[in-house]
């Protein structure tokens, strides 16, 4: 058996929880969990959008992602409301207060760069290589 640094698994789980700590400080600041800074940057791409979506967007249950919501509407950040065709859909949209707060989280692509000393065009590739890893082990 391979030892575990030579294991691609286990250096991109090891690599993800690195930058999820690096990340912690300043969504601590902002008064965000990292999965809820998650759920803001897929409304932020897509805008209003169901709860089944954001899940699948973020590849998770609905049921994980309906207590995030919930947390971020408590704070003013987000709105739920019932679809108008199908009641059983739940929509959510940002609120400008949520638009503000994740503008001000783009400072977290600048931590990662630095914290990584990669110049933004590295780290794309890099995340291009990953992504493309992921499509074929989910594909294949």
């Given at each position: 058996?391979?030892p ?9 789980y ?16 902002l ?7 998650l ?6 791409e897509n ?8 899940a699948a967007?973020?590849d ?13 509407e408590?704070?003013?950040?987000v709105?739920?409301?019932?679809g108008?065709?199908d009641e ?9 207060a949520?638009q503000?707060?994740l503008?001000r ?5 600048d931590?990662?760069m630095?914290r ?13 290589q990953?992504?493309?890893?992921r499509?074929r082990?989910?594909?294949?």
């Amino acid at each position: 058996m391979r030892p575990l640094d030579q294991q691609i698994c286990f250096t991109l789980y090891a690599t993800s929880m690195a930058i999820t700590r690096a990340y912690k400080p300043l969504l601590d600041q902002l008064g965000l969990t990292y999965p809820q800074y998650l759920v803001l940057s897929v409304l932020g791409e897509n805008g209003s959008q169901t709860i089944g979506g954001v899940a699948a967007r973020l590849d998770l249950e609905s049921s994980t992602v309906t207590p995030l919501v919930k947390r971020l509407e408590a704070a003013g950040l987000v709105e739920r409301r019932r679809g108008r065709e199908d009641e059983r859909k739940v929509e959510v949209t940002m609120t400008p207060a949520g638009q503000a707060l994740l503008e001000r989280s783009v400072c977290l692509g600048d931590l990662l760069m630095e914290r990584s000393g990669m110049d933004g065009e590295a780290l794309e590739a890099l995340n291009r290589q990953v992504q493309a890893l992921r499509e074929r082990i989910v594909g294949g």
